[in-house]
C-alpha cells in the first residue's frame, strides 16, 4: 500500500501546470505555476493557504484544522495517520488547483499577479 505522500504526490503532479519542489521548512511543495497551493510534511501533514470564506468552512466540516503553529491565518492543517487521509488531502488540493486555474483563465493574458505565470 502507497503512503499517504506518495499517493497525493501522485494525484497533484498529474494535474496540468503543478509541479512539486522541495519546501522551505521541509516536505513537499505543490505550485500552479509559482503559486503555492499548499505543502506537506512526509506522511502525516498537509498546510494549505486557503481564503477566509474556505478555510472557515473546511474547518467547519471537519475536513481541517487551523494552521498547527498560524492558527490566526487563512492556512489549514490537515493530520494524515495513514492512506486513507490522503484522499481529503488530495481533493483539498484539488480544490485549489480549481481556484488558482480558473483564476488564470479569468484573467486571460492579464497576469493578476506575479506568482502567477502565463502561457
Same mark, same amino acid.
Given at each position: ?20 519542489? +522541495?519546501? /522551505? ?7 500552479? #505555476?509559482?503559486?503555492?497551493?499548499? @505543502? %506537506?510534511?512526509? $506522511? ?6 486557503? +481564503?477566509? /470564506? ?7 466540516? #471537519?475536513?481541517?484544522?487551523?494552521? @498547527? %503553529?498560524?492558527? $490566526? ?47
Amino acid at each position: 500500500m502507497k503512503r499517504p505522500g506518495e499517493l497525493i504526490r501522485e494525484a497533484a503532479t498529474s494535474w496540468p501546470g503543478v509541479t512539486a519542489v +522541495p519546501h /522551505r521548512f521541509g516536505g513537499i511543495e505543490y505550485r500552479f #505555476g509559482k503559486k503555492e497551493m499548499g @505543502h %506537506v510534511h512526509g $506522511d502525516r501533514l498537509a498546510d494549505l493557504p486557503l +481564503p477566509r /470564506r474556505i478555510h472557515d468552512e473546511v474547518i467547519a466540516a #471537519g475536513r481541517a484544522q487551523p494552521h @498547527h %503553529v498560524l492558527p $490566526d491565518t487563512g492556512w489549514v492543517s490537515v493530520w494524515m495517520s495513514g492512506p486513507q487521509d490522503a484522499l481529503n488531502v488530495i481533493e483539498l488540493f484539488r480544490m485549489q488547483y480549481e481556484r488558482y486555474s480558473e483564476s488564470r483563465k479569468a484573467f486571460g493574458s492579464q497576469d493578476p499577479s506575479p506568482q502567477i505565470p502565463l502561457p
